[in-house]
């Protein structure tokens, strides 16, 4: 996980599965956040970046425990975000 924005990886560093949200926080809707990681409850850090992220515009990462990337999509929709937990994270 390359430290860019700097200061990523000190956030990022504690034990667990982090989801990085890149773009403005009104974007993510709560409930689909909640839905996704429902049952995963103090496994997955949800850190919002805003505007500085890793990745332009609107997109979303997983952080695996080891501290690589595991998962990465564009926009909003957590579809794929749901079906990657579902395999390596069952509830």
Do not use: C, K
């Not at 689909?32 to 979303?60: I, K, N, Y």
């Not at 794929?80 to 390596?88: F, H, S």
């Amino acid at each position: 996980m390359p430290d860019l924005p700097r200061g990523l990886q000190p956030r990022t560093s504690a034990p667990g599965w982090h989801l990085l949200l890149a773009g403005p926080s009104h974007h993510w809707s709560e409930e689909e956040l909640a839905a996704a990681l429902r049952g995963r409850d103090g496994l997955v850090s949800v850190h919002r970046m805003g505007t500085a992220s890793p990745w332009p515009g609107l997109a979303h990462g997983l952080v695996r425990p080891d501290g690589y990337i595991g998962y990465v999509d564009r926009g909003t929709q957590l579809a794929g975000l749901n079906a990657y937990l579902d395999r390596w994270l069952p509830r």
